[in-house]
């Protein structure tokens, strides 16, 4: 038996979404044209979709779950459970005017907005009791206001260029998307245990991309001092230097702490510091 999960065919989360069933250690072929392919050393069958298409696979039990945005899955409304935010894929729906015109929340009153996404722009409106238009379009949703299709747009921004380049400007911002792992609700045991095997070594791979490894040269005057500014997992690896008087510290410290620490680091005289990226990291 394998376990069978939908990713995008082509587009944004495609590459992404290979890369990291390969850092989880899954072997498998792009696919090419294929709808299908069968992982070499993990009991796992990859769907090539459409993206839009992905949740009511997941819901209907094609695919036992699958890889897509949260955009995506909020706005098809589809009875599936999101068991992990994967950290890739990022944006946001936002609302857009043209970039000369002045905006309150009141002003998209009785507006025409040009969206893809129907189901979450309806939502938002109707939470903030503003009456507008809705009118749904497919693609270039951001060429709506300049051929007089509507005045305002709602749609996923990542930098904000494709607003810019077509003279908008961004004033709500709706939801905030990241691609997720998402699950069929009725799943079997066995089908069950192979996603938690998967969402295993899924979370190993994150943890250890939050986490870097950092090794220095301490002074043994000051070791207690550079060991109480590296928690570590469990505590700091602490190994003599050759040269007496000094240690060598071994420690795993957050990414976003990283700078910080450095600069405390050097001041309390550490010297030689690495830091090293981690492939996984299991606690
Ligand atoms: P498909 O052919 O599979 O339907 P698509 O054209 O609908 O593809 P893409 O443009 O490839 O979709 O985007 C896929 C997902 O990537 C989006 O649903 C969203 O979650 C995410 N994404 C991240 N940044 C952006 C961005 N700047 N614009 C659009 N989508 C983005
Ligand atoms: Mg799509």
Not at 66 to 77: F, P, S
Not at 149 to 166: K, Q
């Amino acid at each position: 038996m394998k376990l069978k999960i939908a990713i995008q065919k082509s587009g944004r989360l495609q590459e992404d979404s290979l890369r990291l069933l390969k850092e989880c250690g899954i072997d498998i072929s792009n696919g090419g044209n294929k709808l299908k392919t069968t992982a070499a050393n993990f009991p796992l069958e990859v769907y090539f979709l459409r993206d839009d298409d992905i949740p009511q696979y997941v819901e209907d039990s094609v695919a036992d779950a699958g890889i897509v945005g949260e955009n995506v899955v909020y706005e098809k409304k589809k009875d599936v459970e999101v068991v992990e935010q994967l950290g890739f894929g990022k944006c946001r729906l936002s609302i857009a005017i043209g970039r000369n015109e002045g905006y309150d929340k009141e002003s998209l009153r009785g507006k025409r907005i040009a969206t893809s996404y129907p189901v979450l722009l309806q939502q938002y409106l109707d939470a903030n009791k503003i009456n507008a238009e809705i009118h749904e379009i497919s693609g270039s949703v951001e060429i709506a206001p300049g051929i007089g299709l509507a005045e305002a747009i709602c749609d996923l921004v990542s930098s904000g260029s494709t607003l810019l380049t077509n003279g908008l400007k961004e004033v709500e911002t709706i939801l905030h998307s990241q691609a997720v792992l998402i699950k069929n609700r009725q799943a079997t045991t066995e089908k069950d245990q192979l996603l938690q095997r998967l969402l295993f070594r899924i979370r190993a791979v994150k943890k250890a991309k939050n986490n870097k490894y950092i090794l220095l040269n301490a002074p043994n005057d000051n070791l207690d001092k550079i060991i109480g500014l590296l928690p570590g997992m469990k505590s700091p690896t602490v190994l003599p230097l050759a040269t007496s008087g000094w240690s060598s510290v071994h420690s795993v410290i957050d990414e976003n702490d990283f700078w910080q620490i450095i600069e405390q680091l050097k001041e309390a005289g550490a010297q030689g510091i690495l830091v090293v990226p981690i492939e996984k990291m299991i606690i």
